[in-house]
């Protein structure tokens, strides 16, 4: 009786790396391919990419729509969190990752599979990302990574799938790399590997350009719960069809394209361009409506948090204890925040212009100057008094030449006295020097 195959589950997407990984895994191992193929919200048509992984070769090809997983697990808490790796990139890629990860392992067990594969490269971010993370949740899977291993060039892969008879979208002539989901689109390769280079045109597909976007601005209120959007002008939506929409509204402006160096966790610098026009929106909806309802203090550590989060995301450390620790923290943070916010999307631009909240902590008759100012103005003198007495009096003691000790001098903050131009505006006669 014939010794029965080994199975590895691998994650496709239709594209080059993956379809031609379905021929080179049983050349190199001799296993059986089962594909699986994951809707993060951007998948066209399932089917026509589950019949072409089985036309190439797989024994087995299953689809699975994870985009509402996708929302309430893994982007609507990265939101919460305030969540932009290096203050710019909203984590699109990086996201959606672990889910990958959770679903490849939960396939395998259930396909009494020996091994999993992706088609990530040997020096990008997405190898640590599901590598960790199946370390997490399945210790005894085999991790297959062909790109990382048959170190072919994108020209020679694009080659092998011509001779193979795989059909792939990619071109010689038109190298560009691509990942989609819900929250955003990553491009790199070709000629965006120059961060000189302006990106053209022909890479946008989300969005398009300022100077072709639409002269007159569109508004749009977007109402939080506990920090997730629910609402978009006063329509409650689920997640999947408000972000769809507000990547078509942002797009149609121009808002969502991002050109960032990006530090890799692998050590190098590399140059990415993104569309995410929901994201960019509801970034800067949920950080105003925060300005309006936390205090100053917990803003301030909500920033550090917030950071540690996007590393945590984009370093592959979703499942580990410290992200349950920062999760506790985040979701205690976004109790209050329930509020509503208008935005205006313009020419590229998404700008906040009026936020709300039953819960803010804003108060217009202590800040306005006009008669209904609440405010005590003759608290301020002895206020003042008390804040400054600290730096009056190391002025006092410590600034002056000291009998046998250095003066503590303020050369690099105190500018040189100017000398007088003139006597008080309107007198002609100039001081002589």
């Known amino acids: 009786m014939a010794e029965q195959r080994k199975k590895v589950v691998l994650a496709y997407s239709g594209g080059l790396d993956t379809s031609v990984a379905i021929k080179w895994i049983p050349e190199k191992y001799h296993m059986d391919v089962i594909t699986l193929t994951i809707d993060l919200g951007a998948v066209k048509d399932l089917d026509a990419i589950r019949e072409k992984a089985l036309k190439i070769g797989a024994k087995k090809a299953i689809v699975l729509d994870a985009k509402d997983t996708f929302i309430k697990y893994f982007i609507f808490p990265a939101l919460q969190a305030g969540a932009l790796y290096e203050g710019v990139y909203p984590l699109a890629t990086a996201l959606g990752r672990p889910l990958i990860a959770k679903l490849l392992a939960d396939v395998a067990h259930e396909e009494k599979a020996d091994a999993v594969a992706h088609g990530c490269t040997g020096k990008g971010n997405d190898q640590v990302r599901l590598d960790v993370s199946l370390q997490v949740l399945n210790p005894k899977l085999q991790i297959?990574?062909?790109?990382?291993?048959?170190?072919?060039?994108?020209?020679?892969?694009?080659?092998?799938?011509?001779?193979?008879?795989?059909?792939?979208?990619?071109?010689?002539?038109?190298?560009?790399?691509?990942?989609?989901?819900?929250?955003?689109?990553?491009?790199?390769?070709?000629?965006?590997?120059?961060?000189?280079?302006?990106?053209?045109?022909?890479?946008?597909?989300?969005?398009?350009?300022?100077?072709?976007a639409p002269d007159d601005p569109e508004y749009l209120e977007l109402h939080f719960e506990k920090g997730i959007p629910v609402a978009l002008n006063e329509e409650e939506m689920d997640g999947v069809v408000l972000i769809n929409t507000l990547n078509a509204r942002g797009g149609k402006h121009g808002v969502g394209r991002i050109d960032h160096l990006e530090n890799r966790l692998v050590g190098i610098k590399s140059r990415e361009i993104y569309e995410s026009p929901a994201a960019v929106i509801l970034h800067a909806a949920h950080r105003a409506l925060a300005g309006m309802i936390m205090t100053k203090d917990a803003l301030?550590?909500?920033?550090?948090?917030?950071?540690?989060?996007?590393?945590?995301?984009?370093?592959?450390l979703w499942f580990s204890a410290f992200h349950q620790d920062l999760v506790a923290y985040v979701l205690s943070s976004q109790r209050l925040m329930t509020g509503t916010v208008r935005v205006r999307l313009s020419k590229g631009t998404c700008t906040v212009v009026g936020r709300k909240s039953p819960l803010s902590l804003y108060s217009e008759k202590l800040a306005t100057y006009q008669k209904e100012d609440t405010f005590d103005h003759s608290a301020s003198l002895g206020f003042i008094k008390i804040?400054?007495?600290?730096?009056?009096?190391?002025?006092?003691?410590?600034?002056?030449?000291?009998?046998?000790?250095?003066?503590?001098?303020?050369?690099?903050?105190m500018p040189p006295k100017m000398k007088s131009l003139g006597k008080a505006e309107g007198d002609k006669n100039k001081v002589k020097e």
């Open 144 to 212: 297959i990574a062909p790109v990382r291993e048959w170190k072919m060039t994108r020209d020679e892969e694009i080659r092998y799938a011509e001779e193979h008879n795989i059909p792939v979208e990619a071109k010689i002539k038109s190298p560009y790399s691509t990942d989609e989901n819900l929250w955003g689109r990553s491009i790199e390769c070709g000629i965006l590997e120059d961060p000189w280079a302006e990106p053209p045109e022909e890479v946008f597909k989300w969005t398009k350009s300022a100077q072709d």
């Open 387 to 413: 804040y400054g007495l600290p730096v009056k009096i190391q002025a006092q003691k410590q600034m002056d030449v000291l009998a046998g000790k250095e003066a503590l001098h303020l050369d690099s903050i």
């Open 300 to 316: 301030r550590f909500k920033d550090i948090v917030s950071a540690q989060y996007a590393d945590l995301i984009y370093n592959g």
